[in-house]
């Protein structure tokens, strides 16, 4: 049954005209299996060329035909060893794929330093035939440009899945260590097939019984699925352990006793998994412990924990995301008041964690001001895969154009060009930061559905989050066409309709939802529908119209220097940008702007009819990405199509209640008509 199971690893039948072809170049297979890994490479090779060529090549110690696939490294192949392949600056996860000449014979090496290089070799070399590409002449050379590629996963040890709408968490706890779902299996397939090499267990609101013996030994059984795959484990540390399951009276991280704690129990978690990745931690924020509760600092929080785990190789990644109990003038601005201090003063083995705006994963928000800020703190990009403020499973939205706008803004830090994807790869601040750890995190959005995200789109943010963590620069509509190809049809009269509606559906949402840089408008709370007339409530900053400042004159919050000022914390160039309200990008003027209803937008329409137009515009994108899926049923299996057309039918509807009941609420405000041609609801 076509139920998405098996994601974008689905292998199936090349079309008969195109398949003697792609069988030239898989006549004999040469792959070792000393190792987990290269017997996990090589099944995964069998079995994806079984299922795209109707059989997997006959297995072979030597070059004997023309045509044969060669995997491995120069230790596990002698064959590889011999074509003395320039390997050098392919690190351990690096890989070439090359046309080749073996003993005269044609053939197609994949090769790499380390068997987990070999491995995403072979999940390349497989994603050329499922996206129908040629396979003569090839020169592929891949090096990831971040070394922490992780999934944060926000399970509790209950099943529930905070921000999660996949259906509960398939970590089965109950049944682990002695059952290990076939399930994990698959997961670390995926995630290696995209490069991802990290995950976090368990949510950041964390649970200090992850760290107890019993759990540890079902956290083992976990890592020792995803080795072969070359994927880590990390736990997320709840900062108050040593009291909760310590005994002791304290967790201020420069008590000794504290210290001498969580060396021990990094020591213990070492003997169960001894490649464990190390912590992640969210601390002092929406009411988590953490070293602030002891008047220490962020720096003294993560240090502690750094140099428990340093023994062992293990990393610190330290978040961010922090806002004080007291209601801010502007939450914005909190976390780079709180960290930018602390420049310098962390472990080599910390990464802060930032998330990739200020507020919360909103459908649109500006870069953070962190990136950019920290020269001497390797930064950790933090994106959300689930879509918590963006429709949950039902709304199609892809997330590619999102992550890509972040990573392409420019912090202007040094100049022209310092993008966000150049802080994190640790390349813009060389300087100050000599080989940094560098990596990306992404809230997942994985749970125990049978199409793992809740919805068969929503598997394509997954996918765009792992190319995107290996190559920040890759681009979005061509990771957007792969995943179509691999998951869906090759055929090009569904390629190019279904990346177009993944193409446009991120402007749709931002448009229906928070046009023009407005944010955090949906219901309290859930996050789901809209909301922009929350008021009241234990936090100014919990609220809608803390967000919106909407009053009968106009609307937005002032962040420039009439307001809170928040501009000053981007680099001198960018808050110039930002601040100017007539020279602010138009997609982020309410973000950073107060403005009056009549106030002349670029279109020449006052700020009230363009929003009317936005909202509009959402709702008929979504109108339009419905049609267009109606017109690919004849190329999609019914079940899948059925699921997709029933989602985009609630997307519809929804995308219209945001917009209406938005615009209703406004009117309440300002007390003025809706434009001539934007009629009400029948
Ligand atoms: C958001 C989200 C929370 C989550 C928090 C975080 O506020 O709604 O569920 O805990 O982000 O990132 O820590």
Redesign the pocket.
């Known amino acids: 049954a076509e139920d998405g199971y098996e994601l974008w690893l689905r292998y199936r039948p090349i079309e008969a005209a195109r398949a003697d072809g792609y069988r030239a170049f898989a006549t004999q297979l040469l792959a070792g299996a000393a190792t987990p890994t290269q017997a996990a490479t090589r099944e995964e090779l069998q079995r994806g060329l079984r299922g795209l060529l109707g059989a997997a090549p006959p297995l072979a110690e030597r070059v004997t035909r023309d045509g044969a696939l060669v995997v491995g490294t120069p230790a596990s192949s002698p064959t590889i060893a011999g074509l003395r392949l320039d390997t050098e600056g392919l690190g351990r996860e690096g890989y070439l794929i090359r046309s080749v000449v073996v003993d005269g014979r044609k053939a197609t090496v994949v090769a790499a330093n380390d068997d987990a290089g070999a491995l995403y070799g072979a999940f390349h070399f497989l994603r050329l035939l499922q996206t129908r590409q040629p396979l003569d002449r090839l020169d592929l050379r891949e090096v990831p440009r971040l070394k922490l590629r992780v999934l944060n996963h ?1 399970d509790n040890l209950d099943r529930h899945v ?2 999660g709408y996949a259906g509960e968490s398939i970590w089965d706890w109950h049944k682990l260590p002695d059952w290990r779902d076939p399930r994990y299996v698959d997961y670390a397939r995926a995630n290696a097939s995209i490069g991802i090499n990290g995950t976090v267990l368990n ?3 964390s649970n200090a019984l992850i760290l107890t013996p019993m759990y540890l030994e079902k956290v083992k059984a976990l890592a020792d699925v995803f080795r072969p795959y070359g994927i880590r484990v990390y736990l997320s540390a709840r900062f108050s352990a040593p009291r909760e399951i310590g005994g002791l009276g304290t967790a201020d991280p420069l008590d000794p006793r504290v210290r001498a704690w969580w060396k021990a129990k990094a020591d213990e978690i070492y003997r169960h998994v001894p490649d464990f990745g190390g912590f992640l931690v ?1 601390a002092n ?2 009411g ?1 412990p953490g070293p602030q509760d002891y008047g220490r600092s962020h720096a003294d929080g993560a240090n502690m924990l750094a140099d428990a785990v340093a023994p062992h190789g293990g990393v610190v990644m330290w ?1 961010a ?1 922090v806002y004080s109990h007291e209601t801010p003038d502007d939450r914005a601005k909190q976390a780079y008041a709180e960290f930018v201090p602390l420049d310098g003063r962390f472990r080599p083995n910390v990464m802060v964690q930032v ?1 990739n705006g200020a507020i ?2 909103q459908p649109r928000e500006p870069f953070h001001p962190l990136f950019g800020a920290m020269p001497k703190t390797p930064l950790m990009m ?1 994106f ?1 895969i689930t879509k ?1 403020y963006l429709g949950f499973a039902t709304h199609l939205v892809y997330l590619g154009p999102l992550f890509e706008e972040t990573l392409r803004a420019d912090t202007k830090a040094k100049g022209e060009g310092s993008t966000v994807a150049r802080v994190i790869d640790g390349s813009l601040h060389a300087d100050t930061l000599q080989d940094p750890l560098t990596g990306m995190a992404g ?1 997942a959005n994985i749970g125990a559905d049978r199409n793992w995200s809740g919805s068969h789109f929503d598997q394509a943010n997954w996918y765009a989050y792992g190319r995107l963590a290996w190559n920040p620069d890759a681009s979005s509509k061509a990771i957007a066409e792969d995943w179509v190809r691999m998951t869906f049809s090759n055929d090009p009269r569904f390629v190019a309709p279904a990346v177009g509606m993944m193409v446009a559906s991120r402007e749709a949402v931002v448009d229906y939802m928070t046009p023009l840089g407005l944010h955090h408008l949906m219901g309290r709370g859930h ?1 789901y529908g809209p909301g922009p007339w929350v008021d009241g409530g234990p936090r100014a900053d919990w609220t809608s119209v803390y967000y919106h400042r909407a009053t009968r004159e106009g609307i937005g919050f002032d962040r420039s220097a009439s307001g809170s000022n928040a501009v000053a914390q981007y680099a001198p160039a960018v808050a110039a940008e930002f601040g100017d309200i007539a020279r602010v990008p138009e997609p982020f003027l309410l973000w950073f702007h107060h403005v009056p209803w009549d106030h002349r937008m670029r279109s020449g329409r006052t700020l009230w009819h363009e929003l009317v137009h936005r909202y509009t515009r959402g709702v008929d994108e979504v109108k339009k990405m419905r049609a267009a899926w109606d017109g690919l049923a004849p190329y999609v299996d019914a079940e899948r199509h059925r699921q997709v057309a029933a989602f985009l039918a609630i997307q519809e509807k929804e995308a219209q209640w945001w917009r209406d009941a938005s615009l209703a609420y406004w009117q309440s405000l300002n007390g003025r008509a809706l434009p001539p041609g934007y009629a009400p609801p029948p």
């Open positions: 926000w905070e921000r949510n950041v609101n969210k924020s929406e988590q978040r995301f998330k919360d994963f933090e959300q918590e809230v996050h």
